[in-house]
C-alpha cells in the first residue's frame, strides 16, 4: 500500500464512520441482528426478542457468560423475517415486531446473559442482565452495576451515537438521544482474546506519529469502531470471570435497574462499578449516595466519571447532549436548569462528580495511548503503600502499580492537587470529599499534543480540551487549555457518613485481573473482602 494509501486508511479507521447501518431492503449477503425490549429482566419474567433477517431460517441459544459459559437456552428453525428499519434508528429505536418470547425461569442466576442468534452462515451476539431473584439472600454477596448508560452512549449501531453519528441538518453529528430498541454493535458482547485495547502495549518508536491500533483493528475486521471503549466484552466481562475464578459469589444489576428499582441496592455489603463508567443520572447518583450514607460501601475500580443523562421511557430512551448542552438542551430554557446534559463539573449543575466518588474526569481524561503519554508508566505510581488496600503486596513507595499490565487508562480521574513533603494532597479541599487520601496518582491530558502530530490525523482533536477549559474556566481560548490541559488518574479511599468509598479512577484496572497481575488483584481482594467483611 501507497503511502497516500495507507495514509487515507488510517485516516478512514480513526476518523471515519463505519457503524452497521440498517438496509431497508435486504442486502445480498446473510444478514442477522437481535435485540431485547429491555436491559435486565426479573425471574419469572419474559424476554421480548425482536430478529431481523435475510435468512429463510434461524436458530437462537442463550448462553449465561462468565467463568465458564453455559447454554440455558435453545431454540432451532424459527421462520426468519426481513424487518424494514428507519434511517434513525439510533434515536427512535428499530421498530422490529417481537419474533419470540423467552421466559426467565426462577433458576437462573443473576448475571450477563448472550443472546446469540444465527442464521444464512451470519452470527449476532446481544446480551440482557438478569436481576437477583426478589427476597434472595444478599448477605456475602457482591453487586456489580454495570455501565450500561455508558454502552448505550457508545452502541453505534444503526450510525449514530453520543460520538458520531449521521444526525443533525447536515447528517454528520452524534446524536443527543439514543434507543436502547437496537442490537449492540459488533464487539460490546464478545471478542477474540487478541483484540487490542487503546492503552498501548508496546511504547511507540522514537519520532512516530501516534496510532490507534484498536481502531485500525475494528475497521480492517469489522468490528464497531467503539468496541473497546464499552459494552460487557471489554469491562465487565473481565471482572466477572476473574470474580468467578475467585470465588466471589456476585449479583449484577444494570444503571436503568438502580435508577428505576434502587431498593435493588439495599443489603448488600459492597458494590462493585468497574471498567468505563461515564454516565449517570441524577436518580442513579441519589441511589447510590443514599446507600454509602447508609452504611453501603462502593469499590469502583473504574473511571471517566463524566456526563449527566436523561432517561425516560423506563430507561429505553437516554439524552445527553454533552458539549452541545447550554446551546441546544431544552432544559436549558424550561428547567429544570441542574438537569441540563452536560459535565457533572458544570457550575449550573452544582453537584461535582467528586461528591459521590472523590474524583471526576474533568480533572483526568486521556492517558497511555494516542498522543496523551503514550510512553508513560501505564500504572498508578503509589505513594502512601502502608494503606490498608496495599497489605501482602510488599509496595515501596514509587512502585508502579499496575505497570507490566497495563492498567492506567485509556480515561482516568483525578482531582487538583499538591505535593507537601513528597505526599499528593488535594489542592482545595472545597473539591472533595472530607477525609480522602490520595494514595497513588499518575498524569494524564484532556488533549493530544506533540511534535510528531500531523494535522488532521489525530483522533482527539480540541474538542475535549477546550470543553473541559469551559467548565472549569468558564473560558476555552488557547490560555484557558493551557490551564486545565494537564490533569492526573488517582487512587482515592474516604469516608462517607456510615459508609465508605474506595475509587481506583482508571477504566482498564480490570486488565490487570485479566492479565494476572497478582499486585492488582490482591489491591483488589483487599478492598472487596474489607467491604464484604471477609477480611
Known sequence: MSPERDGAWRREAVLGNYAERPFRTPPARPSIWSYCDRLSYAPGEVVKVSVCTNAPRYDVEVIRDGLTPVTVF?????????RGTPDDCSVTGCGWPVSLGIPVPPDWPSGGYILRSRG??????????VRPRPGADKRGRLLLIAATATWTAYNDWGGSNHYQGCCGPNGDRFSPVLSTLRPLARGFVSLPPDAPRAVLLEDPPINSEPRYPHMEWAYANGYSKKYMSSGWASFERHFVTWAGAEGYALDIISQTDLHYRPDLIEGYACIALVGHDEYWSWEMRDAIDAYVEGGGRIARFA?????QIRLSDEGRTQTCYKYIARDEDPFMREGPRERVTESWEAPGIGRPGSASFGLNATHGLYASWSGCSPRGAKGFPVYRPEHWAFAKTGLYYGDILGGASRIFGYEVDGLPYEIRGGLPYVADPSLAPQGIEILA???ASTIEEGSTILPGRSFLGAEDGEYVASVLTGRKDRAAVEQTKRGCGMIVNFPKGRGEVFHAGSSDWIMGLTRKDAIVAQVTRNVLDRYLGRA
Open 303 to 307: 473511571g471517566n466519571f463524566m456526563w
Open 120 to 129: 444464512g452462515g451470519d452470527m449476532h451476539e446481544h446480551l440482557f442482565i
Open 441 to 443: 496518582l499518575g498524569i
Open 74 to 82: 435453545a431454540r432451532g428453525g424459527l421462520k426468519g423475517e426481513w
